[in-house]
């Protein structure tokens, strides 16, 4: 929390001092905001085909180990397991896709704002789920 806190004041200052250095109108706190919602979301989401091609290898090597004789519990708990783990961050994903409104409150400022803090806080849980699950999963798929 205190990450986001932090991270949030830095975009904010960063926002009040990129007025028209370039040129170009000053980005309102919202466009910023926003933009980090985005930039979250960006770095995520190119990674679900990694995350489903990862849920594909599980499955797969779990039905294999049940049809092998001898014991192969400990392996399939950890294989269960590391798919519930990325069918979780794939659920996750979508249904903050699903939720995310880019246009939401576009006539008020304030209300624009308070909604895209809590989209970034959101988003970056999103993102840490995928990214950690993802991790988990070449860590067990690689043994």
């Known amino acids: 929390m205190r990450i986001i806190t932090i991270a949030l004041v830095c975009s904010i200052a960063m926002a009040c001092n990129n007025s028209g250095e370039s040129g170009e109108p000053a980005k309102s706190l919202s466009d910023s905001l926003l933009q980090q919602v985005l930039d979250g979301h960006d770095v995520a989401m190119p ?12 499955n797969a090597e779990m039905d294999s ?5 001898g014991n192969h519990k400990a392996r399939i708990a950890l294989l269960d397991s590391t798919i519930k783990n990325l069918d979780y961050a794939d659920v996750t994903m979508n249904v903050w896709m699903e939720g995310f409104r880019y246009d939401s409150l ?5 209300a624009r704002i308070d909604y895209l803090k809590i989209q ?10 995928v990214l950690s699950s993802i991790e988990k999963a070449d860590s067990v798929l690689a043994k």
């Not at 180990?65 to 004789?69: A, Y």
């Not at 576009?106 to 304030?110: L, T, W, Y």
């Open 47 to 58: 990674k679900m085909m990694k995350l489903q091609r990862l849920q594909k290898e599980a």
């Open 65 to 69: 180990l049940k049809k092998l004789p």
């Open 106 to 110: 576009k006539n008020n400022e304030p």
């Open 120 to 129: 970034l806080v959101e988003v970056n849980k999103v993102k840490d789920i």
